[in-house]
């Protein structure tokens, strides 16, 4: 398989697949990534999105293909690649029996960071996030919002040149999100880059820049925004792409009925 | 109602089976129990002859049954999740429906069956005409059904403390201390020594729990079979009783569960340590390097302070040096050599570094994202646990030598700590890799988890029997300078000797465990991680 272009996008894909026992997850994703995007995946739940982004990140291995983080091959020099990126996982799986000022500490220091750095950085991303008063208590009590930005917060320590968000907006209210949004804008604005999936379209179209559609495991369509949605709506060219099966001839007549 | 409730539990026993594991596990602990029903069936049933001991030992059999049943699901055994209200909360079912319901699907399940059919055994062993067989059996239903009622109203008042973390992790340790105080008790109870005359000691427990409330079912029964009516129907009239109040205290027990708010504690502050050192450190312990390697070590003795499921496993662990160390008191000259049994405090450290990356579970892709260097958090991991155990085997050798006063043997005691723990973590660090598993995270610490215990406890067994099989030589040395060398020089030779084993064992444990799993990490990943509730 040949490298993608001459010069690096932030992030390349060549052919991955995962199968699961019989079910293929992913069957063949290409994806380019240019840096300094805002990139948007899109899909319905089971599309491939987690597993496609778990593979990217080092995280699961794929049956075949390859992907690059800055020309850098994520399978074959991890370590490098990895210094790299920040991840927020869809489970949040956190070390949950540390306090929010600890976890971060703790994220810090498996990177080989300065100390002090550790310090200063990770008091200025509690203080961001507004998570100061609950910077002292155990992640486990934490509430959802809370814990999405905490895990934020610990993907941005090192400084990562490209961040990857498995649907951080998701179950998330509008307060946290105001402030999740406001620092992926910053962490854009230095010229990083970010891929994160959701499937909240109002979100990825206030958002993104560029958007890949997923469907059963594969990119279906993937460019600038502006040009996947045309005219219309992102919802409507999604379920255009993806194709949702047309019911409306079945009504279920009790249900707009009065009761008897 | 009872029908429906019935059907959804032998819709779900049947779909468990889709599992192979779990039908393994299944059919395992149905064969098992069926075995306990039938051995409990034909001890009944051999004692025809002998009415007066049939008696005595329905009695004894009914009231424990019972009472098992009653503490089982909250010593961590088998409740079914099936059966959980909290599931049944939207749906417009009123409470005496919900009790019946609740009742009927109990009722079907391996153990009731079991249980029924082992205290069947009463009446092939008790009546003598069709009155008699008829109390008889009353008071083995009524029995099966004290079962099932008492342990389901203790689980459901119980439940509102679930819903709190706090109250899961007291849970968590409450249990193990529960499941750990038989052993403790052994020794100090004075039925220690075991006299011959079982059938005295038989007669003597039924006259004493005759009229206890659990055993009331089988006093039905061996007062029927007694030909004492009158007596039989009294007990029988308290039985019902019994299962009459019981089910009331369910069914408030229930209504509270459903409508209780929540209590999960919101954050709590913890006191701020002084910012002197990053927030990570424990307080005795700023010394350790501010890297990979120190964090990692810092981590864990955080989570041995914090996370239930380590304290318990510790609790655990530390009972069987306890239980020596009462039997060692006990024994009228202890020698001054087991002075060295203080090293058995070190039992826990094997325990908790057997799989040290399936307690961190799922968190486990931190150390993959953040560049992929096991061999710096195993030692992380080691420090940690070598802190932690070191103060327990120090006080141990300390209370044993005390005991048998052998302080010429606490200088070779505490000598040799440093070689055994590097066995210990050598044959820890190559099981973690090797043979590494979800620790489940339960939610509800009352409900059973199927084949963990089973996975949990061969590995356990394994790993110990390396790990004595890799201690032999150096106990080889020690043994023979002892034998021939002045205590002093035998020391130091042992100590030296043993520390260089340990050395040896415990580096090139890590470097196997290492060279195995760093290709490896995605997959140890996927291993510790909790499988999604199918």
């Known amino acids: 398989m040949s490298p993608p272009a001459p010069t690096w996008p932030a992030l390349s894909a060549r052919g991955l697949v995962k199968s699961f026992g019989a ?85 810090g220091l498996l990177r080989g960071m300065d100390p002090g750095v550790v310090a200063e950085r990770a008091a200025q991303l509690l203080d961001l996030l507004g998570l100061v008063d609950a910077g002292d208590g155990l992640v486990v009590d934490y509430s959802h919002g809370m814990r999405k930005k905490l895990a934020l917060a610990a993907a941005l320590i090192h400084g990562p040149r490209l961040l990857f968000l ?25 010229g990083s880059t970010i891929v994160f999936s959701s499937h909240v379209m109002e979100l990825v179209e206030r958002l993104c820049d560029h958007v890949a559609v997923m469907a059963h495991g594969r990119v279906v369509w993937a460019g600038p925004l502006d040009a996947l949605r045309g005219g219309g709506t992102l919802e409507d060219a999604f379920v255009a792409l993806v194709g949702a099966p047309d019911r409306a001839g079945q009504e279920l007549r009790w249900l707009s009925s009065s009761h008897d | 109602m009872a029908l429906v409730f019935a059907r959804l539990k032998l819709r779900l026993l049947r779909n468990g089976m889709r599992s192979s594991q779990r039908a393994v596990m299944l059919v395992l602990a149905a064969i098992v129990a069926m075995w306990f029903g039938a051995l409990a069936f034909s001890a009944l049933a051999s004692l025809r002859t002998d009415p007066a001991e049939a008696g005595d030992l329905t009695v004894v059999l009914f009231g424990s049954v019972a009472i098992g049943w009653t503490l089982l699901p909250v ?168 299962i009459a109040v019981l089910l009331v205290l369910w069914h408030a027990a229930l209504r509270y569960a459903l409508t209780a708010a929540d209590t999960s504690a919101s954050p709590k502050h913890r006191h701020r340590e002084r910012a002197e050192s990053l927030p990570l450190f424990p307080r005795f312990f700023r010394w350790l390097p501010h890297d990979r390697v120190g964090a990692v070590a810092a981590k864990d003795l955080r989570y041995f302070m914090r996370d239930p499921r380590r304290r318990a496993a510790l609790i655990g662990a530390l009972t069987v040096p306890m239980v020596l160390f009462l039997s060692t008191v006990t024994s009228r000259a202890p020698s001054p050599a087991s002075t060295l049994l203080g090293l058995l405090a070190l039992f826990p450290a094997s325990q908790l570094s057997l799989n040290q990356f399936g307690l961190d579970g799922a968190a486990t892709w931190t150390y993959l994202t953040s560049g992929d260097d096991p061999g710096k958090d195993m030692t992380g991991k080691n420090i940690a646990t070598a802190m932690f155990v070191v103060p327990f085997v120090v006080l141990a050798s300390v209370a044993f030598a005390v005991a048998s006063d052998g302080w010429a043997y606490l200088p070779l005691t505490l000598g040799l700590l440093p070689g055994v723990l590097g066995v210990l973590l050598g044959v820890g660090n190559v099981a973690s890799v090797v043979v590494p598993y979800a620790v489940a995270e339960r939610r509800n610490p009352l ?82 991680s909790p499988k999604q509730a199918a």
């Open chain 2, 447 to 528: 409900a059973s988890s199927s084949g963990q215990g089973c996975l949990t406890a061969l590995t356990s067994l394994a790993g110990l029997a390396l790990e004595l099989v890799l201690l032999v030589p150096a106990a080889v040395i020690v043994v023979i300078a002892l034998a021939t060398l002045p205590l002093a020089a035998a020391t130091v030779l042992g100590v030296g000797a043993a520390s260089a084993y340990g050395f040896v064992a415990w580096w090139g444990g890590r470097r196997i465990a290492t060279a195995r799993v760093a290709p490896r990490l995605p997959e140890l990943l996927e291993a510790v």
């Open chain 2, 75 to 242: 010593l961590g055994y088998g409740s079914d999740e099936t059966l959980d209200p909290q599931r049944l909360a939207l749906l417009p079912l009123s409470g005496p429906q919900l009790v019946v319901g609740l009742l009927a699907a109990s009722a079907v399940g391996i153990a009731p069956v079991a249980t029924l059919l082992g205290l069947s055994g009463a009446l092939v062993a008790l009546p003598h005409d069709a009155l008699e067989a008829l109390l008889v059996l009353t008071g083995v239903v009524g029995t099966v059904v004290l079962c099932l009622v008492a342990s389901r109203t203790l689980v459901t008042a119980l439940s509102p403390l679930l819903r709190s973390r706090r109250g899961r992790d007291v849970i968590i340790i409450a249990i193990t201390l529960l499941a750990i105080l038989p052993q403790a008790l052994r020794f100090i109870g004075p039925g220690h020594s075991g006299s011959g005359n079982t059938r005295h000691q038989l007669e003597l427990a039924a006259r004493a729990v005759r009229w206890t409330p659990f055993a009331l079912g089988g006093t039905v029964a061996s007062e029927a079979g007694r030909g004492h009516l009158a007596r039989s129907f009294l007990a029988l009239v308290a039985l019902a009783a019994l």
């Open chain 1, 166 to 190: 498995d649907e951080p907006f998701e179950a998330i209210d509008p307060v946290s999100a105001r402030a999740i949004r406001s620092v992926l804008e910053q962490f854009t604005a230095g």
């Open chain 1, 23 to 107: 079910k293929q997850a992913v069957a063949g994703v290409d994806l380019d990534v240019g840096a300094g995007s805002f990139f948007g995946i899109v899909g319905p739940n089971g599309a491939g999105k987690t597993t496609t982004l778990r593979m990217a990140t080092g995280l699961l291995r794929p049956n075949a293909g390859q992907v690059w983080v800055d020309g850098v091959d994520v399978w074959a020099r991890p370590v490098e690649a990895k210094a790299r990126i920040g991840v927020l996982p869809e489970d949040l799986a956190l070390f949950e029996r540390l306090t929010g000022s600890e976890l971060l500490t703790f994220h």
